[in-house]
Every structure is written in C-alpha cells, then in structure tokens.
C-alpha cells in the first residue's frame, strides 16, 4: 500500500509529496498517475519525501529517476532510501545532514 499527501509549497502552483508505505509493484503506477494528475492540473512537483516508505522496487527506484530528472528534489532517511537516493543523484548519501538530495545540492 501507499499513502500520497500533497503539500502546498510557498512556490506558486508547486507541491511537495509525502509518501507512506511501499514505493512497489502496481504502487509505482500510482505515483506515476498522481503526478501526471499534477501536471494537467498544471500543479508542480517540487519534492518528494521518501521518509516513509518502507521499500522501494526498481520500477519505484526508476519513476523516481525520472522525477528527479525533471527537476524533482528528493527526500529520504534511513540507510537504504538514502542510498537508493544518492544512486540516482550521484550524491553521497551522507553529504547532507538534512537527508535532502537535489539538483543543487553539494556532494564534496
């Protein structure tokens, strides 16, 4: 299962994502479908929290590529979320206190 709450950011028309539960199998598509839902609606995705999730497949761990690409920060703690992260960021898991990996983020 997996629980999606969206956020008003202080952005216009931007909106961070908290995620509970398993980022796996038909869940991915979910995701995947609400955030589609965003961008009709012309709403933006601005972060993701993974702080919740308990696992992540590598369909979840590609949707997640795919967002980051399109400029989506993410958000993770815990040791394996916070590596599936830096995989797909290219930064180190542990070069932010904060568990927040984005496009400006310093990985030295």
């Known amino acids: 299962m997996l629980k999606i709450t969206g956020q008003p950011e202080t952005e216009r028309d931007a909106m961070s994502l908290q995620l509970e539960g398993r980022l796996a199998g038909r ?7 609400y955030c589609s ?3 009709l609606n012309r709403q933006r995705c601005s972060m993701i ?3 919740g999730v308990t696992f992540i497949d590598a369909a979840g761990k590609a949707l997640l590529s795919r967002l980051w690409r399109q ?7 815990g040791c394996l979320n916070r590596c599936i992260v830096a995989e797909i960021t290219g930064l180190s898991p542990t ?5 927040v990996c984005d496009r400006t983020s310093d990985a030295s």
């Open 95 to 99: 070069g932010s206190s904060s568990g």
């Open 27 to 33: 869940w991915v598509e979910e995701l995947e479908v």
């Open 49 to 51: 929290d993974l702080t």
């Open 37 to 39: 839902a965003m961008a």
């Open 71 to 77: 400029g989506v920060s993410l958000r993770a703690t």
